[in-house]
């Protein structure tokens, strides 16, 4: 998609925004968590908290240095900034759970921690958080269909109520979510997803063999023309008197 969708490509539809927007209050101290590419996404709430004056420590987290990106966009609006790698071959070694409990040992009044990424990392964000306290955002983007709470596929166990992710979240108290559910549930659709994925790669290895095969031809196909006889020479009458 990232590659199709280039400046001036049109698509056919769009839906959205859907859910609640993200609440930026009014805090003194917040960690904003990105894991893999949740990172993206928490970014434009950590810069609004940064623009609304508040202390922002940015935590990002990455399997290894390769596969780090935006570090330049976070650093222009944290206040601090831990990176982290789980094979430690940039910032430290460890998950971003790792550079929480660093923030937390460092600063005593963190307010809030927002934490976006993969189910398994966002619950260890608030496990990190739950003996302090501290306040704990998550953002939940299991699979949607109809996008407006009718289907039910994306409900969530809150506490002890259930929600819908398109029309209630994304974002929900982390110390609340039942995230063994939320991974449950998601595993359920694992097979159906596999199967799409091995049908697109598919579609995409037919495709590019037969943008190949039509680009082999065409030298052939000009080669093939044949070249236009040259006139026949003819012998004409003399003209001398």
């Known amino acids: 998609m990232q590659e199709l969708c280039q400046v001036g490509t049109h698509l056919h539809a769009m839906v959205g925004p859907m859910?609640?927007?993200?609440?930026?209050g009014?805090?003194?101290?917040?960690?904003?968590?990105?894991?893999?590419?949740?990172?993206?996404?928490?970014?434009?709430q950590?810069?609004?908290?940064?623009?609304?004056g508040t202390h922002t420590i940015g935590i990002?987290?990455?399997r290894n240095r390769s596969l780090i990106f935006w570090e330049d966009k976070f650093r222009a609006c944290c206040d601090e900034l831990i990176v982290c790698t789980d094979d430690g071959s940039a910032g430290i070694k460890g998950l971003?759970?790792?550079?929480?409990?660093r923030a937390i040992a460092k600063h005593s009044d963190i307010d809030e921690v927002v934490a976006i990424g993969?189910?398994?990392?966002?619950?260890?964000?608030?496990?990190?958080?739950?003996?302090?306290?501290?306040?704990?955002?998550?953002?939940?983007?299991?699979?949607?269909?109809?996008?407006?709470?009718?289907?039910?596929?994306c409900r969530v166990k809150i506490g002890e109520q259930v929600k819908f992710a398109c029309v209630d979240g994304p974002d929900f108290d982390g110390h609340l979510v039942d995230f063994n559910d939320l991974m449950a549930r998601l595993g359920r659709y694992r097979p159906a997803e596999t199967e799409a994925?091995?049908?697109?790669?598919?579609?995409?290895?037919?495709?590019?063999a037969a943008e190949r095969l039509a680009l082999e031809q065409e030298p052939e196909s000009a080669a093939a023309e044949p070249e236009p006889e040259p006139e026949p020479l003819v012998d004409r009458p003399s003209t001398d008197a």
């Open 96 to 101: 971003v759970t790792e550079g929480i409990k």
């Open 118 to 153: 993969p189910p398994i990392m966002m619950k260890g964000c608030a496990e990190v958080t739950r003996p302090h306290g501290i306040k704990t955002m998550v953002s939940l983007n299991p699979v949607m269909v109809d996008g407006t709470g009718m289907c039910g596929g």
């Open 197 to 208: 994925m091995q049908r697109f790669d598919e579609s995409c290895r037919m495709r590019a």
């Open 19 to 24: 859910g609640i927007p993200s609440h930026i």
């Open 60 to 62: 990002i987290g990455f």
């Open 26 to 44: 009014d805090c003194k101290k917040v960690v904003c968590v990105g894991g893999g590419l949740g990172v993206a996404p928490v970014f434009p």
């Open 46 to 52: 950590l810069r609004a908290f940064k623009e609304s």
